[in-house]
């Protein structure tokens, strides 16, 4: 069993807490600014005000650094639902996703998460964000199950790909704003179909 750290280890990890938010919104400034290929970890120490060494001791790499900064707006952020409905906790994450999607820092970021012009390490550090991304909905998808909402064969998962892409294109190649109206409808549309009641077989 692992042992559970000494208060002085606590405090330090306290105090490493804004070191670390510091860090991360930096390299998120500074990625907005020059990009991936010209980012340097010295930039990024000298933005956070901190001696480079800190940051090579917890991000060893640039990669590691810029996926733990794209983590911070994205995946650590996320809140699983439990409203007690699919219905309910799509709505939710459909607010969730429409609230990151439309903030600045995650608009910075789609050069480096869907452009073209991306390398093998961009690539490795938006694949590790997709997957991380999709299995956030799990509790939801196992809460569902348990209720028997989901009919037998469904996948899942992608109400949850078709909820996020929906949403990304209607803001990102749209530049349509979202309210609260087109999310209840884009939930209703993937719970029950586009289908009259008396149409479906």
């Known amino acids: 069993m692992k042992e559970k750290p000494s208060p002085t ?22 990625l907005a600014e020059v990009g991936y290929e010209a ?21 060893p790499t640039k990669q590691d650094l810029v996926r733990a900064a794209v ?22 994450i459909a607010r969730q996703i429409a609230a990151q999607a439309s903030s600045p820092e995650v608009q910075g970021l789609r050069r ?6 991306r390398d ?5 550090i938006a694949q590790s964000l997709r997957e991380s991304m999709e ?4 509790p939801v998808i196992e809460a569902a199950e348990a209720r028997g909402e989901l009919a037998p ?3 899942a998962n992608l109400i949850f790909r078709s909820l996020a892409a929906t949403i990304h294109h209607r803001l990102g190649m749209e530049r349509r704003p979202i309210d609260e109206g087109f999310l209840a409808q884009l ?8 289908l009259a009641p008396d149409k479906r077989t």
Not at 39 to 59: Q, S
Not at 112 to 117: A, M, N, P, R
Not at 135 to 138: D, E, G, H, K
């Open 120 to 124: 093998a390490e961009t690539v490795a």
């Open 135 to 138: 299995a956030l909905p799990r």
């Open 112 to 117: 480096l998460l869907f452009g073209e012009d």
């Open 187 to 194: 939930v209703e549309l993937l719970l029950t179909g586009a």
């Open 39 to 59: 980012l340097r970890i010295e930039d990024v120490a000298a933005r956070a005000r901190v001696n480079k060494t800190t940051v090579y001791r917890r991000w």
């Open 9 to 30: 280890e606590r405090r330090a990890l306290v105090r490493g807490e804004p070191v670390v938010r510091g860090v991360l919104a930096a390299a998120l400034e500074v």
């Open 71 to 92: 983590r911070s707006i994205t995946v650590d952020r996320a809140i699983t639902p439990n409203t007690g409905s699919l219905r309910g906790d799509l709505l939710l």
């Open 153 to 155: 064969g469904i996948d």
